[in-house]
C-alpha cells in the first residue's frame, strides 16, 4: 500500500491511470455508483470497448482499518478471475493517488430490480442465471454472502450476473466497518436478506456455508415475486427485531407468494430456502435448481477455471486452497502420507507438528488441533473427522468452530468420506478436493 492517498474526483473525459477515459455515466451524473468505501465510474479504453472501473475510496477511511479494506478489495479481483458466464469478470487492477482500483465488466442494463421495473422478463431464467453464478463460486470454495438485487446485474445479452464480491469466502467476514469512533455500526452483509445462523452471535462467528447464499436466495426470489420482504416491513432501525424475529422463526407471508407466483415450483423453492435451521434448509444449488422446471434450452455450464479440475484419482487426491491466507496452495494428500494412516490440520504455530499447518492472519478461527484425515487403505478412500488426539488429556478434542465438508457439519466422534469436487471449510479457509 503506497503511503500516499489523495482525494479523487474525476470528470467526463478524464485519463485514469493512462489508460482508461472517464465516460458520462448519465445525462445527470458521472458516476454509475457511490457507495459508502467505493465509487464506481463508466470507462473506455483507446479501443473504446466499455467497463466499469471501481475505485476504492481509501481517502474517507481511517488508516487503521485500511489494510483490512484492501484485502477485502483485493478478494473481490480475485473472486472476479472467476471465468463464469454468470459472474461479473474482473480485467484489470492498480493504484490511482494510492487508491486500489477494478476494471470489471459494464453491464448496460443495470442490476436485476430495475431491469425487471423497465423491460419484460421472465424470472424463472433470472433464477437459473443467479444459481449458476453461485455455483460457480461455491464450487470454489467461496460463498457470496451479500446476495440481494443491487448485486445482481443483467449484461449486454440478457444474462443474469452476480457481483461485488467484496465479502465472498469467510477471510474477512468478521470485520466490521466502523464510524469515525471506531465503533461498530454494521455488520457486513444486509439484514434483509441475511439468515439467521449469521445474525445470531451463536453462529455469527461461525463458518460461512453455501446455505448462508440459498437463504439470500429465498429471500430475493420472493421480493422479485411479491416486491416486498417475506419477513415483513424493513424501512427503518425500528422495524429490524421484527423481522429478524420472523426469520429466525420462519414466519413469512406464504399467502402472499402463492397469490402471486405465476408458477407453483417458487412456493416450493422459496418454502426450501427460507428455513431458519441452516442444517435442515436446502443444502447446495443443486437441490435447489431440481426444483426448478426442465428446459433444455437453458443449461448449466460450469466456469473454466472454477469448476474444471481433474475427478479422476489416478495416484490420489490432492486439497487445493480456494480461499484463505495461502491461496492456491496444493497438498497432496497420499504423497504426504510416508507410511502412516492419517494426515492433521490446524493452525500455524510454533511448536505444531501438523501435516497441514494453516496461516490465518486476520483470525484465529482455526484451533490448534483442528481436523484429522484418514487413508482408508480397504476402500481407497479418504476420510476427515473434526479434531484431533490430544495426548495431554488422553481424549479426542474437537474444534473451536467446526469442520465442514460442503454444508455437512463433521463429527468428532466418527470419519466422514469426501471426495474430489468437495469443498473442506476450517475456519476462514476452505479447500476443493481434487484428484490427481
Known amino acids: 500500500m503506497t503511503a500516499t492517498v489523495d482525494r479523487c474526483a474525476f470528470r467526463e473525459r478524464d485519463v485514469l491511470d493512462g489508460k482508461y477515459f472517464v465516460v458520462r455515466a448519465k445525462k445527470e451524473q458521472i458516476e454509475l455508483g457511490d457507495g459508502s468505501f467505493g465509487i464506481v465510474y463508466k470507462v473506455k479504453d483507446e479501443r473504446k470497448h466499455f467497463y466499469a472501473l471501481k475505485l476504492l475510496k481509501l481517502w474517507e477511511i481511517p488508516p487503521d482499518v485500511r489494510k483490512l479494506l484492501i484485502e477485502r478489495f483485493d478478494m473481490e479481483y480475485e473472486t472476479g478471475q472467476i471465468q463464469s458466464k454468470y459472474l461479473v469478470r474482473s480485467f484489470d487492477h492498480g493504484l490511482i493517488k494510492g487508491n486500489p482500483y477494478i476494471v470489471m465488466e459494464y453491464c448496460p442494463n443495470g442490476d436485476v ?54 465479502i465472498s469466502g469467510d477471510r474477512n467476514k468478521r470485520m466490521t466497518e466502523r464510524n469515525i469512533l471506531g465503533k461498530p455500526t454494521q455488520i457486513f452483509g444486509t439484514y434483509a436478506y441475511m439468515p439467521p445462523e449469521q445474525v445470531k452471535p451463536k453462529r455469527g462467528d461461525a463458518t460461512v456455508l453455501p446455505t448462508t447464499d440459498i437463504f439470500s436466495f429465498g429471500v430475493m426470489i420472493y421480493q422479485l415475486i411479491t416486491r416486498e420482504l417475506p419477513f415483513g ?3 427503518n432501525e425500528n422495524d429490524l427485531a421484527l423481522y429478524l424475529k420472523r426469520g429466525k422463526e420462519g414466519d413469512w407471508n406464504r399467502h402472499k407468494l402463492k397469490r402471486l407466483a405465476k408458477y407453483d415450483f417458487f412456493n416450493t423453492v422459496v418454502e426450501g430456502c427460507l428455513v431458519p435451521e441452516y442444517k435442515t434448509r436446502l443444502q447446495t444449488i443443486d437441490e435447489v435448481l431440481a426444483l426448478f422446471p426442465s428446459n433444455r434450452q437453458s443449461t448449466y455450464k460450469p466456469s473454466i477455471s472454477g469448476s474444471v479440475y481433474q475427478h479422476e484419482i489416478t495416484e490420489g487426491v490432492l486439497l487445493r486452497m480456494m480461499q484463505g491466507e495461502e491461496y492456491g496452495a496444493v497438498y497432496k494428500l497420499n504423497d504426504m502420507l510416508e507410511g502412516k494412516c492419517m494426515l492433521t490440520i490446524g493452525r500455524k504455530e510454533s511448536g505444531n507438528t501438523n501435516s497441514i499447518s494453516v496461516q490465518e492472519e486476520q ?13 482408508d487403505a480397504d476402500t481407497r478412500v479418504w476420510c476427515i473427522r473434526d479434531g484431533q488426539w490430544d495426548k495431554s488429556s488422553e481424549n479426542w478434542k474437537a474444534s473451536t468452530n467446526g469442520t465442514y ?23 476462514d479457509t476452505k479447500f476443493r478436493v481434487e484428484g490427481y
Open 233 to 235: 416491513r424493513l424501512e
Open 363 to 375: 483470525s484465529c478461527y482455526i484451533s490448534r488441533k483442528h481436523c484429522t484425515l484418514e487413508w
Open 113 to 166: 430490480i430495475s431491469f425487471i421495473e423497465n423491460n419484460e422478463y421472465d424470472l424463472v431464467k433470472i433464477g437459473r442465471h443467479i444459481l449458476y453464478g453461485l455455483k460457480d463460486l461455491h464450487s470454489c470454495g467461496k460463498v457470496h454472502r451479500d446476495l440481494k438485487p443491487e448485486n445482481v446485474l443483467i449484461k449486454e445479452d440478457g444474462t443474469v450476473a452476480l457481483t461485488d464480491f467484496g
Open 405 to 427: 465438508v460442503n454444508s455437512k457439519e463433521v463429527s468428532a466422534s466418527w470419519t466422514y468420506y469426501f471426495y474430489p469436487g468437495d469443498i473442506i471449510s476450517i475456519g
